[in-house]
């Protein structure tokens, strides 16, 4: 009994029935253990494992100047960016409260996409696909992405940024 | 980046490390009083087993502080969650971020550990029957934690800590809130070491001969989790506190994230062991049920202890600066033989309540004894709802959620906080709920108040925490962040809206939410209305 002192010799082998429910559980910890490595080298969609630091200030002169160079219009006052075909990097930041810039991206495409905050923790939260990766101020990240359909990509941040955070938002556009 | 670690294990450990040399010396030094004082006993006539009568004092002040804040979190809960439904939308923005902080500490840290330091104490001298020693220590104890926590509580509500209860740099709060944080857990720090000193007193009193009980060895392990966790509370919580009163440059989020985790998750671990550990005693009190294989349930505590506080970075799947292969190994090794132990007691805790019910005579069939089980038994009723809760709302879907590609999917999102409010409230709290119904008639020779209430509270707040964390699971699969005030976005500069189907999950949450709300509410009054009951127990 669970509230008194067991018998003196409690170490006993288990019962059949244990050994048995022991060795599914075990089993089972090794499979989802094992899923994670296996789908990093078969699968297609693994968080990305490159990163380089890159202070905020530095981060942010990076991205404004991928801004102006290569802005091609404004949406709701925000710059709105598309690459010439052979550029491959691209960037996007977290400010509070907006993610810049709205990005042109073209469908099949691979891309590096760096993703860093300009200030507080933010979390990069593409919707209707619904992707979730986290930006970290003095943190690079570099997401290896192809977009592989065509569409209109909403962005919105799921990191307690402060009082604003439920204005944050940013836009993807495929094609 | 390696600066700012060494200095945080210096600042924090070297505080913590003299605290402890000097309590063993202490400990060398102290001569305990003689202690078989019998009149400080009475046999308890529930249990047939002695309780220290003076540390029921001390079991019935905790227990107040962890009801009061049970009814403060509860009353945040309401406005987080109908300012959560675009329908209801109740709250302005700053009052639903500040509410929401608020929710997140009453509940996780003060009413959890409130409540488990009263189950401490109880199990040491209510079931062990051991003499409380150093109870003056318990009450500093009590004192430190009173005072941290009303510090804290203050600094939220004036709107000076609107940081949510993870607290991420640069988010800043005022220095009062580390200040609050840190003087309640060197109490916490205070009550374990309480806990151990009795115990080694008991032991060389011969008050313990033999092995522990297995709902002692389990608080035991919780007890031992607790001194790790609260080492890692230091060494990010002290540069933190240095740092909010400018003593202190760059916190580097990554160290801050994955040492938070290391205290988040190991405390979780703490509210683990100590729930299962109340499903082991309700069951032998309801039901006289009796564990399977003592060393199986006791192996699955130590596996507990050895694997989960180093397993912190299941949180940190999709962020930057760590490797693929440490998350996975740290994920996979660590946290998963941690899920190994979990399973076992999946097996051990129900099979030995459905042994117990089957020698009460009810055999037929497969599920005569589910059919016949003691159900209006709030404190066996609470306990196999917590049971179903934790396992398959909330840890199942942790254990998934928790895997590096299908991390992409659910963090952040509502999946989460269906996932946490499945283990710790439909697991944690109501299994600590269960307790109290055996706890304070034991303890305390009072009656439970409200009986009838009793008896259908738990059948509330179960399914109603059930009913509303599967949704939350189900909607935030399309989406829904979690902690945002506006998921319409209407003051944003783009505007976009989730499928419409998650307008149908909101009312099956509100209807949940209402049932948990009423449910825990009445659990408030009937509790508060038990520690104010005159009526003693036979």
């Not at chain 2, 009801?67 to 009052?95: C, N, S």
């Not at chain 2, 003056?136 to 203050?154: E, K, N, Y």
Request: hydrophobic content about 50%.
């Amino acid at each position: 009994m669970s509230l008194y002192t067991p018998e003196k010799h409690w170490w006993k082998p288990m019962d059949r029935e244990e050994m048995i429910w022991v060795t599914i559980a075990f089993i089972w910890c090794q499979l989802i253990t094992f899923i994670m490595p296996f789908s990093h080298a078969y699968g297609k969609h693994n968080p990305p494992a490159v990163t380089s630091k890159a202070s905020t200030a530095e981060y942010g002169a990076k991205v404004d100047k991928f801004i102006a160079e290569n802005k091609t219009g404004e949406e709701a006052g925000v710059a709105v960016v598309e690459v010439k075909p052979e550029v491959k990097e691209i960037y996007i930041v977290g400010r509070s409260y907006q993610w810049e810039p709205v990005l042109k991206l073209q469908q099949g495409k691979e891309y590096i996409l760096h993703l860093s905050s300009g200030d507080y923790e933010h979390g990069m939260s593409i919707q209707p696909m619904n992707m979730n990766i986290m930006a970290l101020p003095g943190y690079d990240y570099h997401l290896r992405i192809t977009p592989d359909q065509a569409g209109e990509y909403f962005i919105i941040c799921n990191e307690f940024c402060g009082a604003g955070h439920h204005m944050m938002t940013g836009k993807i556009y495929v094609s | 980046m390696g600066g700012y670690v060494e200095s945080a294990v210096w600042l924090a450990y070297g505080p913590m490390a003299l605290v402890f040399f000097l309590s063993l010396v202490a400990a060398f030094y102290y001569k305990p009083k003689w202690v078989g004082d019998p009149s400080e006993f009475r046999v308890c006539s529930i249990t047939g087993m002695k309780v220290h009568i003076p540390a029921g004092s001390l079991i019935k002040a905790n227990l107040w502080m962890a009801f009061l804040f049970l009814a403060l979190g509860g009353v945040m809960a309401f406005g987080v969650a109908f300012t959560r439904w675009p329908v209801v939308h109740l709250l302005p923005d700053t009052l639903f971020y500040r509410a929401l902080t608020m929710h997140g500490l009453a509940m996780l840290v003060f009413w959890i550990v409130w409540f488990e330091v009263a189950l401490m104490y109880f199990t040491i001298t209510s079931i062990i029957g051991a003499r409380l020693a150093a109870i003056r220590t318990a009450w500093i104890a009590f004192g430190l934690m009173l005072g941290g926590s009303l510090v804290v509580v203050l600094t939220v509500l004036t709107g000076n800590a609107d940081i949510m209860f993870t607290s991420y740099p640069p988010l800043m709060a005022h220095q009062w809130y580390y200040w609050g944080i840190l003087v309640f857990a060197v109490g916490a720090f205070f009550a374990c070491a309480v806990y151990y000193v009795t115990m080694a007193v008991a032991f060389r009193e011969k008050v313990i001969t033999g092995s522990l009980p297995l709902g002692v060895y389990g608080m035991s392990a919780g007890v031992t989790i607790t001194l790790l966790t609260l080492f890692h509370g230091a060494v990010f919580y002290f540069p933190t506190w240095l740092w909010s009163m400018g003593l202190f440059q760059n916190i580097d989020v990554v160290i801050y994230r994955l040492i938070f985790w290391a205290f988040g998750h190991s405390s979780q671990q703490i509210n683990v062991c100590m729930m299962i550990a109340c499903w082991y005693m309700v069951g032998t009190l309801s039901i006289g049920s009796k564990p399977l294989n003592e060393k199986l349930c006791r192996t699955a505590y130590v596996l507990y202890i050895l694997f989960i506080c180093i397993a912190s970075e299941h949180h940190l799947l999709v962020d930057p600066a760590i490797s693929p292969a440490h998350k996975a190994f740290n994920t996979g090794y660590f946290m998963h033989m941690a899920v190994l132990a979990s399973m076992i007691h999946a097996l051990a805790v129900p099979a030995s309540y459905e042994i117990a019910l089957r020698k009460k005579g009810y055999t037929q069939g497969l599920f005569e004894w589910l059919k016949k089980a003691p159900w209006s038994n709030p404190a066996f009723s609470a306990s196999c709802l917590s049971i179903v809760g934790f396992g398959w709302v909330g840890g199942i879907t942790g254990v998934t959620f928790g895997t590096e590609q299908l991390n992409i999917i659910s963090h952040n999102t509502w999946r989460m906080t269906g996932h946490f409010h499945g283990t710790v409230v439909a697991g944690t709290s109501l299994a600590f709920m269960s307790m109290t119904y055996y706890m304070i008639p034991i303890a305390l020779k009072k009656e439970i108040a409200f009986p009838s209430l009793a008896k259908i509270q738990p059948w509330l707040f179960g399914p109603g925490v059930i009913l509303f964390a599967v949704t939350m699971m189900f909607i935030g699969g399309f989406g829904i962040p979690r902690r945002h005030w506006d998921i319409t976005f209407s003051e944003a500069a783009f505007s976009f809206s989730f499928n419409p189907i998650v307008s149908v999950g909101f009312i099956i949450c509100a209807i949940g939410w209402t049932m948990a709300i009423i449910g825990g509410l009445s659990f408030v009054v009937i509790a508060i209305g038990s520690l104010l009951n005159d009526k003693e127990v036979e």
